[in-house]
């Protein structure tokens, strides 16, 4: 067996387990599907019938031939009636499942460790929950829909047939497996296309997103003309997939029609000398009807070669949903310890920690903090400041050695519980299409109206926020809109000043305010920092000359400890990175 067939089969499996909970509407929409095909197969037989009544110019039976139109027009709506119940049902499990594996999706996501999602383009993530499932919801739906009704259609019509002429039928059976054999032929070639086309849209996705979130530096950098030239290499690219895929997918309908065509003109000539050389035996209504169950034979099996196609294309991007599925998800804290009380008391001990095994990046990492103490991290980038803060808040966990809060080793704990116990404030603002409330209290979802006004002001983002159209209640886009990276940075400290956690992390908290808001921010900070233990992480030293411990790191190491007067007189590491950004500032 192949692999793309044995991949195909795995996909398929999983598609079944989603299906077996609607396995009800299933078995009604199988019900329907075979009343539907029963009332198809019925009206052939009553015009067959009407087409004796009609012997010959001016001989026609018409008080016959009515009663059979009326029945025949009855059977018709009822058809129709069941194809609409069945149409309805298939729908619905198939939006069903759909919805259930994006669901699946998107917890996933939430499970993921971000080693997943910072080594991977959002925008095929994105592709794979949105473009893809919706390509495989409609392969699916036309796998319900035609599967069913061509499966019985080719069974009914077959038993049909061998009761009106079984040597006639012999001809179709003989024929049939031609329309099969050419349909095999170019499905088993086109499941490497669809994978590839959805491969490459995805890339094209991420592509998209990534240029219209980073659109100013682009525009800064003059960078429009590379990107149009990349994005046209991409497009270039899919066109060619869709292409390839869609042109061999396009070739199983006509390929099987025209074979279907040979059956048809096989059936119609073989049916004429039987019907001329059985003496009446075989009437022109018995030949009608007969051609009638051989088109409608032959009929499903191109539309069932559609189908395998269309399921082809719906089982490679369906693939691709179930790769982000079964993603191996952050360990589980259920059965760990809830953090309660903490004080402030954290210890790293020997951490070792690299993002990549062959490139060191923290190695033997030893800290003591006592509760209420502000410890500032300092050093040359890439140096694994801001990865200090990430195992901190458990967002990587040690490759070994062991961080400790409150005694506890984190890995020990829920990270809920662990995470709530600190403030955060980076560098990089992260904002919520919303309220300005709603972005301040995202923390403290019941915080009263008083309490949040307090917080901004503490922050000294409220003169701003009552500048705005409807104050805290003016709704902002993604990441802010149209707010400044100042004003984003003083919303995102209000936060932090409304929960009031028991330990801080400001990584660059105050990098894009102006000097004067900064000062203020520092004084509030200074405050909120009384009794709390802190970890500050800053590029500019003159903003941390008043932490009780600062630790300077340089290639994951920390090669200084100590006051910013203790390491001044030094004459080290960190009084060369003070002088060169006295002198600097100065020059």
């Known amino acids: ?38 009332g198809t197969l019925y009206i052939p037989i009553i015009i067959g019938e009407a087409i004796d009544f009609i012997i010959e110019a001016g001989k026609v039976d018409f008080d016959a031939i009515l009663p059979l139109l009326i029945r025949a027009g009855v059977v018709a709506a009822a058809t129709a009636l069941c194809q609409w119940l069945m149409s309805v049902i298939n729908n619905k499990v198939t939006f069903q499942v759909v919805r259930d594996i994006r669901n ?21 993530i994105v592709s794979r929950v949105i473009a893809d499932a919706d390509t495989f919801a409609d392969g699916l739906l036309m796998g319900f829909t035609q599967l069913f009704t061509g499966i019985m259609t080719i069974g009914g019509t077959l038993v049909f047939m061998l009761t009106i002429n079984p040597w006639i039928t012999l001809v179709v059976v003989l024929l049939t497996p031609v329309s099969l054999f050419v349909a ?26 990534e240029m219209i979130g980073n659109q100013k530096v682009l525009k800064a950098f003059s960078r429009e003309d590379e990107a149009i030239e990349r994005f046209d290499e991409i497009n270039n690219r899919l066109e060619k997939a869709y292409l390839n895929a869609t042109f ?36 022109v209504g018995s030949l009608s009807c007969f051609l009638s169950y051989a088109n409608q034979y032959t009929k499903p099996f191109n539309e069932i070669s559609g189908v395998i196609t269309e399921l082809q294309n719906a089982l490679a991007c369906a693939a691709r949903v179930f790769e982000l599925v079964e993603e191996p998800s952050q360990v589980s804290d259920e059965n760990n ?50 990865t200090v803060i990430n195992l901190l808040m458990r967002f990587y966990d040690v490759n070994s050695g ?87 940075q003083l919303l995102c400290i209000t936060r932090i000043m409304l929960c009031i956690p028991p330990m801080l992390i400001l990584d660059e908290a ?34 941390i000359r008043d932490a009780d411990i600062i630790l300077v790191m340089k290639d994951g190491n920390i090669i200084e400890q100590g006051s910013h007067d203790e390491l001044l007189k030094k004459g080290g590491f960190y ?3 003070y002088n060169s950004q006295f002198d600097l500032e100065t020059a």
Request: with cysteine; aromatic share 8%.
């Open 1 to 38: 067996m192949s692999e793309n067939k044995k991949t195909s089969l795995k996909t398929l499996k999983k598609v079944m387990k989603y299906i077996k909970r609607y396995i009800f509407f299933l078995i009604l929409s199988v019900i329907i599907a075979a009343a539907s095909v029963a």
């Open 104 to 124: 699946t999706a998107f917890r996933k996501i939430e499970e993921l460790p971000l080693k997943y999602i910072d080594g991977h383009p959002t925008g095929d």
């Open 184 to 209: 095999k032929f170019i499905a088993k070639r086109t499941y490497n296309m669809f994978k590839l086309q959805s491969e490459t849209r995805g890339e094209q996705t991420a592509f998209i997103d």
């Open 248 to 283: 061999f997918s396009s070739l199983v309908n006509p390929s099987t029609r025209f074979v279907n065509s040979l059956v048809y003109a096989g059936v119609g000539l073989t049916g004429a000398v039987a019907a001329i050389s059985s003496g009446g035996a075989f009437s």
């Open 337 to 386: 310890k809830i953090l309660e009380g903490t004080d402030g008391d954290v210890s790293l001990e020997n951490v070792s920690f690299s993002y990549v095994p062959e490139k060191k990046l923290i190695e033997n990492f030893n800290l003591t903090v006592t509760p209420g103490q502000r410890i500032a991290i300092v050093g040359p980038t890439g140096c694994g400041k801001t």
């Open 402 to 488: 062991k961080i400790c809060v409150e005694g506890n080793d984190i890995k020990e704990l829920t990270r809920k519980s662990l995470r709530s116990s600190y403030g955060m404030v980076l560098q990089e603002t992260w904002l919520k299409s919303g309220t300005i409330r709603d972005n301040i209290t995202m923390g403290k979802p019941d915080a009263t109206d008083e309490e949040v006004i307090a917080a901004a002001k503490a922050a000294h983002a409220h003169s701003f926020i009552k500048r705005l159209p409807d104050g805290y209640n003016t709704v902002i886009g993604e990441d802010g809109g149209s707010l400044s990276q100042g004003q984003k």
């Open 510 to 543: 105050t990098s894009s305010i102006d000097t004067r808001t900064e000062i203020r921010i520092q004084d509030a900070f200074a405050r909120l920092m009384k009794g709390r233990t802190s970890f500050i992480v800053a590029h500019r030293l003159s903003t």
């Open 575 to 577: 009084s060369e990175l």
